[in-house]
């Protein structure tokens, strides 16, 4: 059986939307969630003719005391923070060798065309190593459902809920191994369409690796040494020229990083550079998910069978790229 649908009044939805301040508070008000709040405004098109101004009548606007301004105002501020997750975590590993990190993004599982036995293999290699961890930088699943391209929805072989089982099989079989999970795209699609944050779920849960909503940056001390790296899905200010370019203005303007980690655009890249006297790392990694149509569209390049990683140096700060995880395996 389906999910029975949630019937909310217009009228009395449009009432509640002057009254209160923000849809969560609407939504509290009926027992829903935001986003379901959300989609019943867009349903009902209430954004097109609610609190418009009449410009052929006198305008009156509602009348608001100074504590009721303050209240409205901080009431917004509070219940939508500037980051959905974690800003920055840290953590201790300690070993007597060096440990190999292989970031997983873009899987896009339900995709036609993933390349399914290729990413099990690299999982498998993380679950029977405790040398070796991941964490996830986003578009976890496919999961074209109705907020995203109609063109990407045609492209997908497994429904939208054995797609999020799919993924969260997987990451049970990382458990202990995982570092971060980041939101991507396509993992947004399901909070707008339902309200579900996919990522944070599967943090939560069982739980492993830290949740860091859209980017964050995840202090690892091995042995002692710190390891400062900024994960995010896609970056702004990007260059089709060069995948580290929007990285590079994040630690100019925003957060200072020994190494970036991004996914989105479908290709793997590793660069090393100075900035602001220091070297500093990036890398982007490869999808898994093959050319389709929409890909082609897109204007995605054809992927390869595998993923960049980096080594961390267990006795000194060095960081070990290669554009293969599977060239780094023998300095664990």
Known sequence: MGRSEIVIDKEELKE????????????????VSQATISNKIRDYE????????????????PSLSWEKTKEILF?????????????????????????????????HIGARYTYSRELIDLIDLI???????????????????????????????????????????????LQGNILWFVNGCHDEWSYFNDGFDLAQYLSHKDRQGYYMGHHGRVDIFLNGIRYRIFVIHNTFRNSSLNEGHGLKWICREHV????????????????????????????????????????SKQGYP???????????????????????YRNLVKYI
């Open 256 to 295: 200072t990083y020994d190494m970036a980690v991004k996914g989105h655009n479908h290709t793997a890249h590793i660069e090393e550079y100075v900035l602001r006297g220091k070297n500093r790392y990036s890398m982007a990694g490869n999808a898994w998910k093959g050319q389709d149509r929409h890909g």
């Open 46 to 61: 209430i954004t097109k003719v609610a609190g418009r101004t009449d410009r052929d009548e006198k305008i009156e606007f």
């Open 16 to 31: 509640q939307l002057n009254l209160l301040p923000t849809q969560k508070k609407v939504g509290e008000h009926f027992g």
């Open 75 to 107: 009431a917004v501020q509070d219940e939508n923070s500037p980051t959905i997750g974690y800003e920055k975590v840290e953590m201790e590993i300690e070993t007597a060798g060096n440990i190999l990190i292989v970031p997983l993004m873009d899987m």
């Open 302 to 324: 054809k992927t390869g069978k595998t993923t960049p990683g980096f080594i961390l140096n267990s006795k000194t700060k060095e960081f070990i790229l290669d554009i293969d």
């Open 127 to 173: 679950r029977d190593n405790p040398q070796v961890f991941t964490g996830f930088n986003g578009d976890l699943a496919d999961n074209y459902n109705t907020s995203a391209y109609k063109s990407g929805q045609i492209e997908q072989s497994i429904p939208l809920m054995k797609q999020k089982a799919i993924v969260e099989a997987l990451v049970k079989r």
